[in-house]
């Protein structure tokens, strides 16, 4: 009724801190604020889930554009390429749940401010500050998990992918056929194409080699061919039915030979292990050994779910909408924000690796200015409120 509404302008001046409603029991109270804690798991659970395939998508389709035109260049075989999305995708969840996390608080914060159910929390006496319990909620549970991605599976995902990586480039030429593709042979001398392969990979058909070898060009084509093993074990690519054409780049003397076959030995793999880089070496492996590189690589994995965690409660307070000034000048100033942060973080990174910055310095200094800010922004939210309430 119109007649009440200054007496409830009057209490809402009075009591503003007031839980609800100054006549409801303790027990009603917190029975009323866990349900919409609830609701709010429930609408960041859904959120999440959302921005995280979003995100996770655009990630994934870009480093497989990037893979398949490696492939198509011969760099990488093609039946490499799902293997190394997947090293890439799980070397890249911390900070893809880092970024989904940051996204989810502020667009829900944001979402309340802009559907006017910011004033509904405020007048049922509730500040902006008792939106973090329920962040925290929330966050924690992603924050540990970022942790362990951070801490263990991330370097056990390079550790796996450089072996990857390196027995591949150790297999012999063979095993480098990929029909339909130009391919360079692993001393990197010669250049070879199969038009299509047998399914035990021991016949081919419509061939053609390209090498160098004593300062002559020799060029081979062939109809078919197959792989042979000796009995000292030694295997050979025997060419049959051919022609090879061989000389000297830039002169006009040339050698044209028919063969009925041609046998090439294939040189055996070396299967070297590859060196360790510092990513790959687990956290206790770089307590053990705290060179420069090494810590800074530390310094990287502690900052990843601290700034996870920094960034979900700096989402509050970063999330208030003016209608006047537009929607989307605090949603630009956020993503600043985080850009900033995840620089900050690898220039940090940086200068601890050159040993211009002292590790026991550089882990916590960016985190300390972002939660300074982080006070600055909600002391400056609750005193707006509060000079709201007084007027």
């Known amino acids: 009724p119109e007649h009440q509404a200054p007496g409830l302008r009057a209490l809402g001046r009075e009591r503003p801190y007031a839980k609800f409603h100054p006549n409801l029991p303790c027990n009603e109270r917190f ?3 866990m349900i919409f804690h609830r609701a709010l798991l429930r609408e960041f659970a ?4 959302a921005v995280f395939l979003s995100l996770f998508l655009i990630a994934i389709t870009t480093r497989l554009v990037r893979l398949l035109g490696q492939a198509a260049g011969g760099k990488i075989p093609t039946d490499a390429v799902v293997a190394f999305l997947g090293f890439f995708a799980l070397n890249a969840l911390p900070v893809l749940l880092s970024l989904t996390l940051f996204v989810t608080v502020l667009l829900t914060v944001t979402r309340s401010y802009r559907d006017s159910e910011m004033v509904i929390w405020f007048n049922a006496g509730l500040s902006l500050a008792a939106w973090v319990r329920p962040v925290l909620t929330f966050a924690l549970p992603l924050v540990t998990l970022i942790a ?3 801490f263990v599976i991330a370097p056990w995902t390079v550790q796996m992918s450089e072996k990857y990586r390196s027995r591949i480039e150790s297999r012999d030429d063979i095993s480098r056929v990929d029909p339909g593709v130009f391919g360079e042979s692993r001393s990197r001398e010669g250049v070879f194409f199969v038009e299509s392969v047998s399914g035990d990979r021991t016949a081919v058909q419509n061939v053609f080699v390209s090498s160098v070898q004593h300062g002559r060009e020799g060029i081979m084509i062939s109809r078919k061919g197959t792989v042979e093993t000796a009995p000292n074990g030694d295997r050979f690519i025997v060419l049959l039915d051919g022609r090879r054409y061989e000389g000297v780049p830039g002169e006009a003397a040339y050698r044209v030979m028919d063969f009925e076959r041609y046998a090439s030995r294939v040189e055996p793999a070396a299967g070297e292990e590859p060196v360790p880089s510092h990513k790959s070496l687990s956290t206790p492996a770089l307590l053990r050994n705290p060179t420069s590189v090494n810590r800074a690589e530390l310094l990287w994995r502690v900052g990843v779910p601290l700034s996870a965690l920094i960034l979900a409660l700096l989402a509050i307070p970063m999330s208030f909408v003016n209608p006047r000034a537009g929607r989307s ?7 600043l924000t985080y850009l900033v942060y995840y620089n900050l973080l690898t220039v940090s990174q940086a200068r601890v690796a050159q040993g211009r910055l002292d590790f026991s310095v550089g882990w916590w200094l960016v985190h ?9 922004l909600f002391a400056q939210r609750l005193s ?5 309430l007084r007027g």
Do not use: E, G, H
């Open 31 to 33: 029975k009323y604020r």
């Open 46 to 49: 859904q959120l999440a889930t």
């Open 148 to 150: 362990a991605l951070s």
């Open 329 to 335: 000048i605090n949603l630009l100033f956020a993503l």
């Open 368 to 376: 300390a200015a972002m939660l300074a800010a982080l006070v600055v």
């Open 384 to 388: 707006l409120r509060r000079l709201r």
